[in-house]
């Protein structure tokens, strides 16, 4: 379960952050998807956190292919362009799914905490998540404004809470850090969060 | 975490989607347009005058040039823009008349008036579109060489659509009118006053009342005010007022001096917002 967590992080590390020499990123976020779902595979469990974090990782790992074949999945927060609805979209859509993502880590993590006992890391598993959202759902609330820019300081609000998400987005990291040190276990063992109450009636 | 507090926050990020994309639809032009315009010009080689368009930057087909077919020596510049917005550009096509191409009249014929232009666009295709109003003065051309009895002094505008031109008298005249095609039509919004300046002693405006002498080695200053815009809205009308000075010899000749005032506009944002919505409003 260790090795699970320190994939998920390291994948986490490589979609999150691009390094970029010209075009070229020197920490594909396709890699690093990868590496979150051979994690999560890890983990492997009937729970609906794990089958949400594993299909939104999916999705994610085919947005980042259709973007090495040239698919717009960026807007710029600082040129003064106006972006277009469907660039827009894209990005909107991207961070939807990536909060899926985040949310099924979140959960998988929690549950095994809860079922391990492991209450002030469960506790923060949920807090992250609740900042993802809070954030998330804040990028998701100002980016259309980039098309009517009815908000006076509308980009410099979304760039703070861009960064906000940035921010919330590493504390997952961190927190898959946390529980690869306080989760020992058996590859592949069971994240189920009742786990822990089954083992103490079998026992 | 709730699920009605998912729910709500999906309501918010959805209202907020299609209140913003509605919003920027509403506020761009379904399709470039050319401005309103009321220009008054000779039609001689010396004339220029600005025909504006304004553009939705995200249309792909744009203005490449401008016939009139009622003035075949009318030629223009290279389009240039003449300021750029979120939204919307406005271009300006600065038009004039080849000399070689205007055809010398020995009697003044009526002014043309003119209410569109042949647009040509790059997609091929070509189009009548409204501008408003030219009035093209057909006068003599090419004028006497006869000596004029005042000679420019000095002239200027402002960036509160103001300005003045100011002529020196060479010989003594008399001024009958100053008058423009156009001052019917803008009333109280374009005032303009007439007056001597004495180059004697201190240096004093005198405000004259038509028509009256002048003497050689005084000035003649012609002050003009647009009071657009009217309260606090941009009027997207340009004008080009013909300001004619006209003057009477001593031997019954009549000459006459041109101060040519001008309008742009220069809209804010917020005031091609509204350009768009009434245009919007008045398409459906």
Partial sequence: ?203 | MKITVYVAVLALVIASWIGNIAYSRGSQLPEGQFLSHYIETDYAPSAVFDLLYVDNNKDKRKLIGIRIKELSAFRFYPIAAHQEMRLQSIYVIRGYFEEEAVEPRTTAMEPLILHSITALYNDGTEREEEVGEIIVYRNVWPMSEKERPFLFSSGGSSSDNSGYGTIRIDKPIKLTSVNSRLLDRLGDRFQFDVKLASNRGTPQEIPLTLPAELKQGESLSVNYRFMIPDENKIEMTAYRVMLREEFQESDGRRTNHVLFADYTPYPTEADMRSFVRETRRQAE
Avoid at chain 1, 129 to 142: D, K, Q, Y
Wanted: glycine fraction near 10%.
């Fill in chain 1, 1 to 203: 379960m260790k090795r699970a967590y320190i994939r998920i992080s390291w994948g986490l590390v490589l979609a999150l952050f691009d390094f970029r020499i010209q075009s070229i990123d020197l920490l594909p976020d396709g890699i690093g998807y990868l590496l979150i779902m051979l994690g999560l595979t890890t983990l492997k469990s009937a729970r609906s956190d794990f089958r949400i974090a594993w299909g939104a990782t999916v999705m994610l790992l085919v947005l980042s292919i259709a973007r090495l074949g040239g698919m717009q999945a960026e807007i710029s927060l600082t040129d003064n362009g106006i972006p277009t609805v469907d660039s827009l979209s894209i990005v909107a859509a991207t961070i939807v799914i990536d909060l899926a993502m985040l949310y099924g880590i979140c959960g998988v993590i929690r549950a095994n905490a809860q079922a391990r006992g492991r209450i002030r890391l469960a506790n923060a598993a949920r807090n992250t998540w609740h900042a993802n959202f809070a954030f998330g759902a804040g990028v998701s609330f100002l980016l259309p404004f980039q098309l009517s820019h009815l908000i006076e300081e509308g980009k410099a609000l979304t760039i703070m809470v861009m960064l906000g998400y940035l921010f919330s987005s590493f504390w997952v990291i961190l927190l898959a850090r946390r529980a690869s040190r306080e989760l020992p276990g058996q590859h592949g063992s069971d994240p189920d969060g009742n786990l822990g109450r089954k083992m103490d009636i079998i026992a």
